[in-house]
């Protein structure tokens, strides 16, 4: 029997709290029989939400540790006490090479700080980009890169996120040949800062990487799935998912409040109730839920603050996803390609 992929989950992350987390690492023990977990928090309170799940604590070991990462703490104050804090030794352990990723629900600045002194970055990698699966309108999730990591990205930057995310779209969807494009204010060639213009050149040049790039694309054409991945600076990336996820409830409230403003409205609620469950599952950040930090030394993948124990399932299998579609090959390889001069 082949040995289990161990996972390092920081326990006291995220606003629920060890109990929402521990319940969400048993539903992903459950899912997934071949992973084993560290959970690092508070030993007396991992113990005690354990005793709950005993096919859990089968599978898995406490790191106790005395300190937490709070919302509050800014990256300064994560990297001076990293290695008494739950966030801090989850990502230890995959320096130390006995756990293959790290699940976090806590800080993201801080995560990222911790993530990066920690681990370094992948040879050719000047600076790591936050990517996230999120929904589309195409026949699977798109992936949409950087989030929020940089804010401001030259073309190197962004030719290396769109190697990085057409990596993520091969492990955690299965694509073969990815198709990739800039965000920009036009899809036009002469549209754009000269960053994306020249970001654009480099890639149009690099028919020899595995993936498939269409030029730009804009605002309004993220969602629709006319492309698996999207590439944008953290800046511009921040202000579209914020816009995006804010869309979503203003759609869903709204909604709501139709629904609910008449006799005649709760009956069409009735007739239509399948088809909005349909949307409101679609939209639910839980079911994609796992952010990760590409480019980083090793496999770490943010979590929603606010993830339901679903929630927490779902990224800990994103983290389970990369590590056995070897992900970070993957980016070297692609990298290394990329350095070559093309025939």
């Known amino acids: 029997m082949a040995e289990p992929v161990i996972l390092a989950v920081d326990a006291m992350g995220g606003d629920g709290g060890c109990e929402t987390m521990v319940r969400g690492v048993a539903e992903a023990a ?3 029989p071949h992973l084993g977990f560290e959970l690092v928090g508070d030993a007396a309170a991992l113990e005690a939400e354990l005793a709950r799940h005993p096919i ?9 540790a005395s300190g937490i990462v709070s919302g509050a703490d800014n990256p300064a104050q994560a990297l001076r006490r990293a290695l008494t804090t739950s966030m801090g030794l989850a990502v230890d352990a995959v320096r130390q090479g006995h756990c293959a990723a790290a699940v976090s629900a806590g800080n993201t600045g801080a995560l990222m700080a911790i993530a990066r002194r920690s681990l370094g970055t992948l040879p050719g990698i000047s600076r790591p ?3 996230a699966m999120l929904p589309s309108l195409g026949t699977s999730d798109h992936i949409m890169l950087d989030l929020g990591a940089n804010k401001q990205c030259d073309a190197r930057n962004l030719v290396q996120f769109a190697i990085m995310g057409a990596a993520y779209a091969r492990a955690a969807l299965g694509l073969e040949r990815p198709s990739v494009a ?5 899809t036009e060639d002469l549209k754009g800062t000269d960053a994306i213009r020249d970001a654009a050149t480099r890639l149009r040049g690099a028919q020899h990487l ?3 790039f269409k030029g730009f694309i804009e605002g309004d054409q993220i969602s629709r799935g006319v492309v698996d991945v ?6 511009s990336g921040n202000i579209a998912l914020k816009t995006i996820e804010g869309t979503a409830r203003f759609v869903t409230d709204l909604l709501r409040r139709a629904f609910t403003s008449s006799l005649r409205s709760k009956f069409g609620f009735l007739i239509s109730k399948p088809a909005t469950e349909l949307m409101r599952h679609h939209l639910d950040p839980n079911n ?7 480019g980083l030394g090793g496999v770490v993948v943010k979590s929603h603050g ?5 929630g927490i399932a779902n990224a800990i299998g994103v983290a389970a996803a990369l590590v056995s579609n070897q992900m970070l090959k993957r980016i070297t390889d692609n990298l290394a390609d990329m350095e070559q001069p093309t025939a």
């Open 230 to 235: 999207v590439v944008c600076d953290g800046f």
């Open 288 to 294: 994609h839920n796992g952010a990760v930090f590409l």
């Open 56 to 64: 859990l604590r089968e599978r898995a070991q406490i790191a106790h």
């Open 210 to 212: 595995p993936l498939d």
């Open 30 to 32: 459950a899912r997934w």
């Open 306 to 310: 606010s993830a339901s124990p679903r």
């Open 182 to 186: 800039l965000l920009n204010i036009g």
């Open 129 to 131: 980009a936050l990517a």
